[in-house]
Structure formats: C-alpha cells, structure tokens
C-alpha cells in the first residue's frame, strides 16, 4: 500500500478513540506495510478521551508508549524524517476556551510535513514541532 493510499483511505473514515485516533493511525499505517501490530494489546481496550487517557499514563505518557512499542517491532529513531515515517508532534487542541499543544501521532508526508487525524477536522497536513520520529526505512 502506498501512503497515498493509506492516506486517501484515512479520509473516508470517522476518528474515533481506538479505532481511528493519533495511535491507531500509526499503527494501522505500520500494519499496513507488513509490521507487526504495534497497539495489539490496545486494541478494543479503550473507546472514550478518558480510557485513552488511563491507558498512557499506565505507560508513562504518549512518548514513552511509542518508543517502546516502536522499538519493539524493529522501528529506529531518526533525525532525517521520510515520506513514510511514523512521528510524535505538537499539535494544538482545545482544552476549555483555550488552544494548547498536545503530543499526537502523525505520519511524516515529507522531511517537514506531518499528516494527522483530528477529531474536528478528520485528516490534515501541517508544518508543527517534532518531538520523535521512527523510520521505517530498516
């Protein structure tokens, strides 16, 4: 599957907690390209923002979650991003009458831009702060 593909089939689906989120959209991506579940323990285990929420703080946080499950089926830490790529951004989110930046997944599309899924908007592309990539590029 290309990315393309997977993106173009991205739009077509509602975002959901576990089943269409940050997480799931990596994964599913990785999955899609002949890795390993990384979230098959995840899934089915949550359906709401608060069970998301439980389920990262028992892993020690979003960024503690992906580098072990990452690494886990084989995927490295980059500094020189790929179409392709899985990546953690800051990315803004309402919080109350406030925007702030929250740690989500995304899929880098080049060496700058992320794509993401969002539960307002659905799947977009931005220009926002890395905190991690993990290529997938051996």
Do not use: N
């Amino acid at each position: 599957m290309t990315l393309a593909d997977y993106l173009d089939a991205a739009t077509k689906r509602s975002w959901h907690y576990g089943t269409l989120d940050c997480c799931t959209f990596m994964a599913d991506w990785l999955v899609a390209l002949g890795f390993q579940d990384p979230m098959a323990d995840r899934r089915g285990q949550y359906s709401t923002r608060d069970e998301y929420r439980d389920l990262m703080r028992s892993e020690g946080g979003i960024v503690a979650s992906c580098s072990r499950r990452f690494g886990s089926i084989g995927l490295r830490e980059t500094v020189s991003p790929a179409a392709g790529d899985v990546a953690l951004v800051l990315a803004p989110a309402p919080l109350g009458r406030r925007v702030v930046l929250v740690a989500t997944g995304s899929i880098c599309t080049g060496p700058v831009m992320r794509a993401l899924v969002t539960s307002d908007v659905g799947l977009v592309g931005a220009k926002l702060e890395t905190i991690k990539v993990w290529s997938i590029h051996g």
